[in-house]
């Protein structure tokens, strides 16, 4: 199993950029594929994107496609969302996640999980 910590987060202004990132620790294989997600308050947990541990294919909302991208770094088993022209709507809480096998875009398939890191995005 692996640990995940997710950091980046924080307050920037509407059309910023943030950068978050996900250390993962434990056990990884090279089937691994690595998701973001987010939840607001009385939500659930939605996709983000989603990305295979070599880094080869990326998956996105179709919310953040355009926005965001998320990307891998195998020798310092991180990932990361780079997350530019921020909205107001984006202020929720993202979590990394993690599972065994091909890339997924729902909650239910991701075994592990990270604590979560808060984005708020002023207007």
């Known amino acids: 199993q692996v640990q995940l910590v997710e950091s980046g987060g924080g307050l920037v202004q509407a059309g910023g950029s943030l950068r978050l990132s996900c250390a993962a620790s434990?056990?990884?294989?090279?089937?691994?594929?690595m998701g973001w997600f987010r939840q607001a308050t009385g939500k659930e947990r939605e996709f983000v994107a989603a990305?295979?541990?070599?880094?080869?294919?990326?998956y996105y909302a179709v919310s953040v496609k355009g926005r965001f991208t998320m990307s891998s770094d195998n020798a310092r088993n991180t990932v990361y969302l780079q997350m530019n022209s921020l909205k107001p709507e984006d202020t929720v809480v993202y979590f990394c996640?993690?599972?065994?096998?091909?890339?997924?875009?729902?909650?239910?398939?991701?075994?592990?999980w990270g604590q979560g890191t808060q984005v708020t995005v002023s207007s």
């Open positions: 434990g056990r990884t294989f090279s089937d691994y594929a």
């Open positions: 996640a993690a599972r065994r096998g091909v890339v997924r875009t729902t909650t239910s398939e991701f075994a592990s």
């Open positions: 990305i295979n541990w070599s880094g080869r294919n990326t």
